[in-house]
């Protein structure tokens, strides 16, 4: 049922009477605290000021990202950052407009220019339009392609959960900047969790060293010569914090609960959503293939080799719909897709892509709540794995210089990251020892160095032989 314009009036005013109150649990914490800005705050806050400068191609922001990664939390730090500038502010849950009011982002701005007494192609100041979860309008693309044409003096940040969702029209593409806001790493979760700030510069530093060297001996000492701000970075961070951070701390909305079954609970129910709203927009799939998405990418956190085959069967489901279903998914951002090597162009092989999971905790999820039938080291192994791609993922997405492969051989590397022609071979695990899997991977692609990742390791280790450095976990999270 279609909303009023009484009800439409009413339900302005409140957002605008109610913004301070709603923003707060995103802003600060239970003591009253700031929380820190995300990372990714800086760069928006770069776009904002210079809209304000005049610079008016800069006016459209659109943040993508996985659900539950902070995309409203930074919205409303935004706004916080801002709301005492000469302006109108309007920030909107279309989630809310479309199932709760009944109404559309069009019907909105109508009212809203009947509330100020002008239309928006004759403000007397620039109207702030901050919108979250824009996908739930069906027609918030032409929407908000219209308000952008119709005034200049309009500042968008809109939000929406699955980037092939808010990257559908190449008008919009022409208009609007992306931006993609990724799971926590490991420093913004201290920093959020702990109030302890990353070390200026160590990350990119620590990044440079990793995929710029030249051989493993001299990454291996240009490495060495970052122990002391490792190490001083590490003062006063405890086991218990890594552990928080691989099991669910990579999703911002964990951080501030402590019960473990609260925080499993609420994972779940962000899956479910993704699975239950995101994924049926992407996609024109049954109710029955949806209900049992849940159940498949249980069974994906529990085997060792995924095989399309093998699911298909188990779930009485053909392989193409399977498959279908994988790509919706890595759609969502829930699993990220890591092909195998030699795979050109990701065109199709005989050999199956590795999927892993977005987030550690999707995984850690599965295994609290259900629990798995693979070793207790495996299982350690995978989320480690996860955690590991999560980061490469990062570093490699929308880089035409960065790719990530595996070797799909029996015993191959993990990962094999090519930066600029070079390669290099990472394998993780919970104490690596040998350089055998390295080895093995490297002489057949050709390697500038090796990396292997040991959670249990503590201290830098280089190999001549295997042209290999050893990197503890730790150091590696820092980057």
Known sequence: ????????KEYINEQIAQVDFRGRAYIFDAQNKKYPNRNIFVKLQSYLDQFLTGKRSYRWIALTGLRGAGKTTVMHQLHYANKNIDGYFLILSVDEITQTLGSNINEVINVFEEIIGRPITNLDKPLFLFLDEVQYDEKWGITLKTIYDRSH?????????AAALINNDSDIARRAIYEKIYPLSFTEFIKIKKHKSEINGLSQKLEKIIFNGTSAQKTFNDFKKQERKINQYYYGIS???FENYLFYGSLPFMIALENEALVYNQINKSLERVINKDIPQMRR??????SRISAILYAVADMDVLNFTTLAEKFGISRLKIAEIFSALEQAEILH?????GSHFKQVTQKASKYLFSSPAFRAMYYKTIGNVITEQNARGKLLEDLVGMYLYRLCDKKPTFSLTYDSAKN??????????????IEVGVNKKEYKQVIQTSKK??????????EQTKTLEYNKEANALKIPLNYFLLM
């Not at 003096?153 to 959960?161: M, P, W």
């Not at 191959?412 to 071979?425: E, P, S």
């Open 445 to 454: 692609v050709k390697t500038a160095y090796n990396i292997i990742l040991s």
């Open 412 to 425: 191959g590397a993990d990962f094999i990251v090519n930066f600029k022609g070079k390669k290099i071979v």
């Open 153 to 161: 003096n309009v500042f968008i940040f809109a939000t929406g959960s």
């Open 239 to 241: 086991r218990l914090d």
């Open 1 to 8: 049922m279609s909303a009023n314009k009484e009800q439409i």
């Open 285 to 290: 799939f049954s109710s029955e293939i949806i």
């Open 337 to 341: 897709r890591v092909y195998p090597h």
